[in-house]
Every structure is written in C-alpha cells, then in structure tokens.
C-alpha cells in the first residue's frame, strides 16, 4: 500500500526542482500531447478536460495552447506543485485542485482526461481507471503515461548482487509494483485501448547523482533502501556495471495508454 502522506511530502519537496530534473517526464508529456492534439481525430464532444497528478503543469502548457476554449480541471497530492502551477498559468478556465484523485467525486463528464507520469502512485489502478473511464462523455479520451514495471533494471540488478554478497534480503523497491501492460487491456476491450511503450535513457556522473536526482523531483522512495550498507554495496555495483564513457546510465520503461468510448 502505498502511503500518499509520504508521497505529498516528498513532491511538496521536490517542486521547485522539478522542472530542472524531471527530463524523463517531460519527454513523456511532449508524447502524451502528441497523442492527444485534435488532429488525431479526438471527438472532443464537450469542454472539459481533467489533468491528472498536473505536477508542476508539464501536460497544462500544450493542453492550454491545444484545447483554448476548453475548461481545464488540474489535480495534483502535492500542494507546493499547484503553488507552481498558480504561478506559471493565470487563466480564468483553469481550476487547480489539490487531492486524491483516488478520492475525488467527479461529478461531471470531460471530453478529455489526461495523466502524465503518475498512475504508478495509484494503490487501486484498475478501480481508478474505471471511475475515471466512466466520467468521460461520449466520443471523450482517457490518456495516460506511466512508468512500466522494467524501470531502471540497472539498479534493481545492482541491489540483487550487493543482496547476495552481503548476504541480506534483497529489498522490495516500489518500481517492482510499477504496473503491467495487462493491468490496462484486461479492463477494456481491445478495440478501445492503444498502448504503446519506449524505453527511455537518461546519463549521470555516478550512481549516487542518479539517486540525488530523482530524490530531488520527489520520488527518491521508489530507488532508495534503507539500509545503509546495502545501498552503498549497491551503489558501488552499479558505478563498477553500468558506466558507459564515464557515466552510468538509468533506464525508464514509458507506457503510453489511449482509451476512447
């Protein structure tokens, strides 16, 4: 289960940083709204649209210049990343909302729902998806991006082998729960539903860097054991596996989802 107190803590931390270090989501926005600009034959049939885990309004830039006479609903855990938002959109069609949307009522049909980069935080993926499905109006989209379940193989094979030289348990990290593509398409039918992935590469100094950084945009509970001593046996594999050229490399695993009714 995943503690959401936690998570708005450390994205409340992470919000002035996260334009600077969040390179991985941003690409993954800039493809999102790529799948989603009315030439892909969306059938927008009314004016609202939701934005989902809105961050610091990577997906709200391109939704704003696309859909200009739309009403925008933005919801964020985080309040320091609406603080953000607030600060770069002042436009009397958006709304900026700070909850759960696990929570939240939607008491109103939208054309088009959108979530970049933050499903993975979800702790009922399925039962989120279908509320969220079912407040779409007719001919409306539901679009998401979402990290995959092969995130970062480099560190959870670096945790592993420090695991087995020290002869510890190898920690549970929450990138192991990320979701599967069969979570999505057994909840629609095929006819419905595209999926797409990539696997997106990003290069650091050293495997701690790597660390500093995802800390800094608010995410450092999915990489970080507790540990010390594994974590710095870790550490070490990794720097000694995965330098290519005096850097080491992450890989993301990006999925791409587009629902239609």
């Known amino acids: 289960m995943i503690n959401k107190n936690l998570v708005r803590d450390h994205f409340n931390h992470g919000a002035l ?3 600077r270090y969040a390179k991985i989501q941003k690409k993954m926005a800039e493809r999102l709204s790529a ?6 034959n969306l059938s927008l049939n009314e004016k609202n649209i939701l934005d989902i885990g809105c961050g610091t309004g990577f997906m709200l830039l391109d939704l704003i210049k696309n859909y200009p006479a739309s009403s925008i609903t933005a919801v964020d855990l985080a309040p320091k990343m609406l603080e953000v938002c607030r600060n770069k959109f002042k436009l009397d069609n958006l709304q900026l909302v700070c909850g759960d949307i696990e929570e939240i009522p939607l008491k109103k ?3 088009l729902i ?4 933050a499903f993975q935080w979800l702790n009922n993926l399925s039962q989120t998806l279908t509320k969220l499905y079912s407040a779409l ?10 990290f995959g379940r092969q995130t970062f193989p480099e560190l959870r094979f670096s945790y592993k082998k420090a695991a087995d030289r020290l002869g510890l348990k190898k920690p549970l990290l929450a990138i192991e729960s990320f979701p599967l593509q069969e979570d999505f398409k057994s909840l629609f039918p ?17 495997a701690l860097d790597f660390l500093r950084a995802i800390k800094k945009i608010g995410a450092g ?5 507790q540990n010390i001593l594994l974590l710095k046996e870790a550490m070490k594999i990794y720097d000694q ?3 290519e050229e005096g850097k080491i490399k992450a890989s993301y695993h990006c999925v791409y989802v587009v629902l239609k009714t």
Request: proline share 2%; hydrophobic share 25%.
């Open 221 to 225: 509970n999915n990489v970080a054991s």
């Open 35 to 40: 799948l989603t600009k009315p030439e892909e």
């Open 241 to 243: 596996e995965f330098k």
């Open 114 to 117: 959108v979530s970049n980069a």
């Open 190 to 206: 095929e006819s419905r539903i595209r999926v797409e992935e990539s696997i997106e590469t990003e290069y650091y100094g050293s």
């Open 17 to 19: 940083y996260y334009d």
């Open 137 to 146: 109006s007719t001919g409306g989209v539901l679009a998401f991006s979402v």
């Open 109 to 111: 049909k939208y054309g």
